[in-house]
């Protein structure tokens, strides 16, 4: 056998996907023994350089003249690094999203791993608890509370596996000064570090408790599906129990030898989330977060291909970790934004995963409180099967909803009087607080009395919003910075006035009305510092913090037993947003922010104010629920011929003219109806909604079309065409397959 890899007829080459924005693979010579696999890194010449690209496929006769074929230059891999299932779903992705391949496969590879670094997990540094560590040396920490924290959880490791430590990804989400307060405890001889390669497995220690009769029918079907592809939605209230319907399903499929992939939003990866399952799950657990360096994240993602990880935890692009014995795919909070990126390789993770159980043949479990109208439609068209968990576990009750009407009131600081004694009443008694509202800074306007100009920003269409504690002007799209001006930046007028309400306003205004309490602001802005979001959560959860006020970050997968009292400030955004998706996420928002009250002992209330207290989609959602909303919502979007109904794409241009983009759009259109497809419409080009943002100008185009495959059709001719074409070169373009955002 080896004898024929020698014989000079056989020629042998190679598909390379390589990291270039071109909708193609390249063909390359391939001079060594070793067979062809797809999967496999390579390093190639490319023009003058040298790239790392990944095989596809092997060929016999090449693409392009024999002359101009090169040959690849070294093999990184004796086996691929990315199993044949992973490459097939890849090049599917590609086509599906109309994503260049060599793109495609680059995200779905660890920093490193792209470079071409070795495939081997590397050592890491890990702490464990000394034989001198005990009760009494963290009751002495009480005054170092992040010392005491980290020491608390080592032990709590080391009662359950005496040789178990904790890895610096896990010790970042502690706190962002972990690795002083590591020093110390080192110092005082109660920590100590060691190499490792393998992240300690955990025993479980949390007791299991008796499913309810909805949990157990949930369990049931989806057990039934084990070993065969299937498709779940577990729609079940907030505290319902979702989270212990995925542990019993993973903890029986690890058993079983199966790898299980489960994805969250980023806010709810914490320890906390982290630790439930640790306590549950018997079998090593890697989490991949945007916490983890380039080295960690290589690391465990090896450790996931090669079959040491049971359980991958982990956001959005974790559905591309190779897991051999993948058993089950788990998605909480499948409705939320974040599984879709939204930039380069604009994939949904919820469908990719779905594609992927199916090679695999196992379930997909999708869990939400607040499905997404796409899963919703495929429940009512029998692709899905819908478990619903209706009663919250325990003893917690569903909050009451109220709505205020705040037209022709007088508001504080825009929060109504009722409002204000309505958080009062729950502080003197002990309650806690959270106030939502879906914007950072102080202000997003500074508006002059005089002469009625906004600081708005130079190079974007948009207004400079406020932040106050920083005595800055802040773009929101850019990130642009300048100091708050004395005077008007038109008329030098002194009579500056802001317009609007951010969450720090909120906060200052809460906290002259209420001196004696503790605030805590939880947004981008308090939350940048690594280990700050935890600090804060920490605090709103022990109840030390008891008015919280903050933007969606608090509305995502948090428990506050503690909280009695939600105010949600700013729901008429949703209601009249510009594009079809603002009202579902309004809904789901509502509902997931509403879901943070009462969780435990009292019965939470949530009171919202509003200026459209009639509109009757929100009387609908507060009134009889998320279920009869979202009912309503898709009747509409089926009246329109909107998506789930129909399927859109959303071609984006950008260039330093405002004109250009319109142009290349035109182009597209002009196209399309020389041509015209059955089925399928453009409506555009118009401006983005904020149409310069940093100096460039930015359009959009939407086709719609009503079958998957006309819509495909035409986004492939288009790139094809695109790649070949000169103008395509000089405006920024990118196609956005199922868009979730319009802007
Ligand atoms: P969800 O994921 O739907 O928000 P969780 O699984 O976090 O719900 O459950 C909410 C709370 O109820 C948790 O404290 C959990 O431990 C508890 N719980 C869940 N299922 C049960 C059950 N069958 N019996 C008792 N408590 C339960
Ligand atoms: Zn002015
Ligand atoms: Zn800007």
Not at 267 to 275: F, K, N
Not at 500 to 508: H, L
């Amino acid at each position: 056998m080896v004898a024929s890899y020698f014989r000079q007829s056989d020629v042998k080459i190679a598909r390379v996907a390589l990291p270039t924005p071109l909708h193609q693979v390249f063909d390359y010579y391939w001079p060594f023994s070793q067979p062809i696999e797809p999967g496999i890194r390579v390093t190639v010449p490319f023009g003058r350089r040298s790239l790392v690209g990944v095989v596809v496929d092997s060929c016999d006769t090449p693409s392009v003249t024999p002359e101009r074929m090169r040959k690849v230059s070294r093999v990184h891999d004796q086996q691929p690094l990315l199993p044949p299932a992973l490459v097939k779903l890849l090049l599917w992705a590609s086509s599906y999203y109309h994503h260049p391949i060599g793109e495609v496969l680059a995200s779905a590879l660890p920093v490193n791993l792209r470079k071409g670094s070795d495939a081997v997990p590397q050592q890491l540094t890990a702490y464990r608890a000394t034989d001198l560590a005990d009760e009494l040396a963290l009751d002495s920490l009480t005054r170092a509370p992040l010392q005491h924290r980290i020491l608390q959880r080592i032990l709590e490791i080391h009662r359950t596996d005496p040789n178990g430590g904790m890895l610096p990804d896990a010790l970042k989400l502690m706190g962002s000064s972990w690795r002083q307060a590591i020093n110390q405890l080192t110092k005082k001889g109660w920590v100590e570090s060691f190499d490792t390669e393998l992240v300690s497995a955990s025993t479980p220690t949390d007791t299991v408790p008796m499913l309810l009769p909805e949990q157990q029918v949930a369990v049931d079907s989806i057990r039934g599906s084990f070993g065969e592809f299937g498709c779940f939605l577990l729609n079940g209230i907030t505290g319902s129990g979702k989270t212990e319907v995925y542990l019993r399903l993973i903890t029986e499929q690890v058993a079983k030898g199966h790898q299980v992939l489960v994805l969250v939003p980023e806010i709810s990866l914490t320890p906390q989330l982290l630790q439930r399952f640790q306590r549950r799950i018997q079998g090593v657990l890697v989490s991949l977060h945007s916490a983890l360096n380039d080295t960690e994240r290589a690391h465990y993602w090896l450790q996931a291909a090669n079959g040491t990880a049971d359980v991958v935890i982990g956001t959005r692009s974790a559905v591309f970790t190779p897991m051999p014995r993948l058993g089950l795919i788990v998605i909480d909070e499948e409705h939320d934004g974040s599984l879709k990126q939204q930039e380069g390789f604009r994939y949904h993770a919820r469908d990719l995963s779905l594609m992927r159980a199916r090679d695999c043949s196992c379930p997909v479990v999708l869990g939400s409180a607040t499905p997404s109208m796409e899963s919703l439609n495929n429940c009512a068209k029998g692709r899905y099967d819908q478990l619903i968990l209706s009663q919250r576990a325990g003893d917690a009750q569903s909050p009451e909803i109220g709505l205020l009407d705040i037209r022709r009131r007088p508001l504080t600081e825009g929060m109504s009087d009722t409002l204000i004694s309505a958080i009062g009443e729950q502080l003197d008694s002990g309650g806690q607080v959270l106030i939502f509202l879906n914007r950072r800074g102080f202000a997003p306007t500074l508006l002059c009395n005089d002469c009625g100009a906004t600081a708005d920003c130079k190079r974007c269409d948009a207004h400079m919003t406020v932040h106050a504690t920083r005595g800055v002007l802040r773009c929101h799209h850019c990130g642009a910075e300048r100091p708050v001006p004395q005077g008007c930046e038109s008329c030098g007028s002194v009579r500056l006035d802001t317009r609007g309400y951010g969450t720090e306003r909120i906060e200052q205004a809460l906290q002259k009305r209420f001196p004696e309490t503790v605030i805590a602001r939880i947004d981008r802005d308090t939350t940048r510092r690594r280990g700050a979001l935890e600090k804060q959560l920490a605090d709103a959860t022990s109840g030390i913090s008891q008015l919280l006020v903050g933007t969606q970050m608090l509305a995502k997968g948090h428990h506050f037993p503690n909280v009695s009292l939600v105010g949600i400030l700013d729901v008429d955004r949703g209601l009249y947003g510009t594009d079809y998706r603002a009202l579902e996420q309004m809904g789901q928002l509502l509902v997931q922010v509403a879901g943070r009250a009462g969780r435990a002992q009292r019965r939470g209330k949530v009171l919202v104010q509003t200026r459209s207290p009639d509109n009757p989609l929100l009387q609908t959602l507060i009134r009889e629920g998320y279920g009869p909303f979202a009912a309503e919502v898709l009747k509409d979007r089926e009246a329109a011929a909107l998506p789930p109904y129909t399927f859109v794409a959303l071609i984006r241009a950008e260039a330093s003219s405002a004109a250009a983009p319109r142009q290349f759009l035109q182009a597209i259109v002009a196209s399309v109806n020389d041509r015209p497809v059955a089925g399928l419409s453009c409506f555009g080009p118009v401006p983005a909604p904020i149409e310069r943002v940093s100096g460039r100008y930015r359009a959009q185009l939407l086709v719609q079309a009503n079958s998957r495959s006309s819509l495909n059709r035409m986004l492939s001719e288009l790139t094809q065409r695109l790649d070949q074409s000169k103008e395509s070169r000089q405006t920024r373009w990118s196609i956005d397959v199922d868009p979730v955002d319009f802007f």
